[in-house]
C-alpha cells in the first residue's frame, strides 16, 4: 500500500551526558566545601526542607564557582558547555557562569519540578551518585500533549513524555534552562550530591527589531 514510510523529528530537544575522567580528583575539593557549608548551617541538626526557595532536599548558596576550591570545577563546566555550543553550531561572543550551588538528597528526600530562568544552558554534576538514589527527569514541556494519552505497547522516542537519567558518580548532565526537570525520590541510605551550574552568553543576539546585547 505505502511505497515508503519516513518518521522525521522535529523540533528535538537535546540534553547531553558527559562522564568526567578522574573525577575522584575533582570531587574531593567539592565535597570538602559542601561539608563545611553543612556544618555551619547546621544541616545535620536541624530540618532544613520547606525553607524558602527550597524542595524535599537541601541547597547551599549560589555563588559556589566564586570559590578558589572550584576553580577546577569551573573549568570542566566551561569546556563542557563549548562542546554543547560546536555541536549546535552556535556564533558567539563569550559565555560564563551566573550561578553554581550543591544539592545534597538524603533518603526520602526528591526534587519537585522546575526550571531555571534567565540563562541558556543548565548542569549538574554528581559528586555522589549511588543506584537508587534518584533519576533525574525530563518532563516534555508541551503541555498540549497532555490533553489525550494513549496507552502504550512499548516506550519510544515519539509517546512519552519525560525522560530519565539515572546518575552515576562523575556525571555531568547539561541540557536548556527553560526545559522542566526534577529528581525522584532517594530511595537509598547514601546521600545523593551534585553540583548544579548555569551558563548564559555574553554579546550582541539577534537581527533588526528583534536584536538584544547582552
Excluded at 554543547?84 to 559565555?95: D, G, N, S
Excluded at 551566573?98 to 543548565?122: D, M, Q, R
Excluded at 550530591?193 to 543576539?205: D, E, H, L, P, T
Aim: charged share 20%.
Amino acid at each position: 500500500m505505502f511505497s515508503e514510510i519516513n518518521v522525521m523529528g522535529c523540533f528535538p530537544t537535546p540534553i547531553w551526558l558527559l562522564s568526567i575522567a578522574n573525577h575522584q580528583e575533582l570531587n574531593r575539593p567539592l565535597i570538602a566545601v559542601i561539608d563545611k557549608i553543612r556544618a555551619a548551617e547546621k544541616w545535620d541538626t536541624r530540618p532544613l526542607v520547606g525553607r524558602e526557595g527550597l524542595g524535599d532536599h537541601l541547597q547551599t548558596r549560589d555563588d559556589l564557582h566564586t570559590l578558589k576550591e572550584f576553580a577546577a570545577f569551573n573549568q570542566m563546566a566551561i569546556n563542557a558547555a563549548k562542546q554543547v555550543f560546536e555541536r549546535l553550531q552556535y556564533e558567539y561572543e563569550t559565555f560564563y557562569i551566573t550561578g553554581c550551588w550543591a544539592n545534597v538528597s538524603i533518603k526520602g528526600y526528591s526534587h519537585k519540578e522546575h526550571v531555571h530562568p534567565n540563562n541558556f544552558l543548565s548542569g549538574v554534576y554528581y559528586a555522589k551518585a549511588h543506584p537508587g538514589c534518584g533519576p533525574i527527569v525530563f518532563d516534555d514541556p508541551r503541555p498540549q500533549v497532555k490533553v489525550l494519552i494513549p496507552n502504550i505497547k512499548a516506550p519510544n522516542l515519539y509517546n512519552t513524555h519525560n525522560f530519565e537519567i539515572q546518575p552515576k558518580e562523575g556525571d555531568l548532565v547539561l541540557f536548556p534552562s527553560w526545559l522542566p526537570h526534577r529528581v525522584r525520590v532517594n530511595t537509598t541510605d547514601q546521600e545523593r550530591v551534585s553540583v548544579s551550574f548555569n551558563i548564559m552568553f555574553k554579546g550582541k543576539f539577534g537581527f533588526e527589531r528583534a536584536a538584544a546585547s547582552l
